[in-house]
């Protein structure tokens, strides 16, 4: 049975998010979905050029804790976590919303792809959220949920989304493993699986368009989605009605992954 739960259900946890660039971010749809449901928020942006643009959306949703984090930068993955733990003792919740790879080898194809953006996309796109996972870990006490974003791409092969989609592979299977890992301390990771959404990190990729007006030509509810359907998908992830739900990816693109 599950417990009586607070209402709204995720009133007191504390959720990290990382990946807000502006208000279209897929990151901000999680932190506006976890934040109407009660959680509290900390929020990172990637460094000084990237502060005005987030810092209004981290005081719009009041995050106590704003902190800069570029998963390059050695040091400040660690310093996130010694300021959650100096100031929260403990974490509930962890978006990864963060990818990147260097233009040249995300706009050729996989034949084209260098080692070395092959090993920065890996880096920054999978690597950062397995890194962020072992710090998070022992700060979730009472156990606690993780997410990362992936793709459509990493199962099938999509046009144009070349190097990203063995990364995302890789980052669906380290959700699985991770799953397997952590499971013993009560801690579930999810890959989430968004549709098409014109964000930034999507306009890097050629004909981007195209994929949008294929996903609402496709998708069994005819529409696209929105960072919201992202968000709410994670949030009801991190509540107690999911407590037995780990390792999965979630779709989140509209039904489009089920067409033939
Ligand atoms: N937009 C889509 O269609 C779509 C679909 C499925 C999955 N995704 C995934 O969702 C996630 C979020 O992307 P988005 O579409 O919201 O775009 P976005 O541009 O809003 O977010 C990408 C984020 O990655 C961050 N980032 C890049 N390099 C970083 C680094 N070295 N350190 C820390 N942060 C870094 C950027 O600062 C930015 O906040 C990505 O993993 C992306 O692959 C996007």
Redesign the pocket.
């Known amino acids: 049975m599950i417990q009586e739960l607070p209402r709204p259900v995720l009133k007191g946890k504390k959720a990290l998010i990382?990946?807000?660039?502006?208000e279209?971010?897929?990151?901000y749809g999680c932190a506006s979905a976890f934040r109407e449901l009660g959680a509290e928020l900390a929020i990172t942006y990637?460094n000084e050029k990237?502060r005005p643009h987030v810092e209004p959306l981290a005081q719009k949703l009041d995050a106590p804790i704003f902190v800069p984090?570029?998963?390059?930068e050695p040091g400040e993955l660690e310093a996130v976590f010694a300021r959650i733990e100096r100031e929260w003792g403990e974490l509930d919740i962890l978006v990864h919303?963060?990818?990147?790879a260097p233009k040249e080898d995300l706009q050729g194809g996989l034949l084209d792809c260098s080692a070395e953006g092959f090993a920065k996309a890996m880096d920054?796109?999978c690597h950062s959220f397995i890194r962020m996972a072992k710090l998070a870990a022992p700060l979730m006490k009472d156990g606690g949920c993780m997410f990362a974003?992936?793709?459509h791409g990493a199962q099938k092969v999509v046009p144009n989304y070349n190097v990203m989609g063995p990364v995302k592979a890789a980052l669906e299977a380290s959700c699985r493993y991770l799953a397997y890992e952590l499971g013993p301390q009560k801690i579930r990771v999810h890959a989430i699986?968004?549709g098409?959404?014109k964000?930034?990190?999507?306009s890097g990729l050629k004909d981007f368009d195209l994929l949008l007006n294929e996903a609402v030509s496709r998708a069994p509810v005819g529409e696209l989605v929105d960072i919201m359907d992202v968000g709410f998908a994670c949030a009801y992830l991190a509540t107690p009605y999911a407590r037995r739900i780990t390792g999965e990816t979630m779709y989140v693109d509209g039904g489009v992954n089920i067409m033939g």
């Open positions: 990382a990946g807000i660039a502006n279209y971010s897929i990151a990637l990237a984090l570029n998963v390059m919303s963060i990818a990147f920054v796109s974003m992936s793709y699986s968004p098409p959404l964000t930034r990190a999507a």
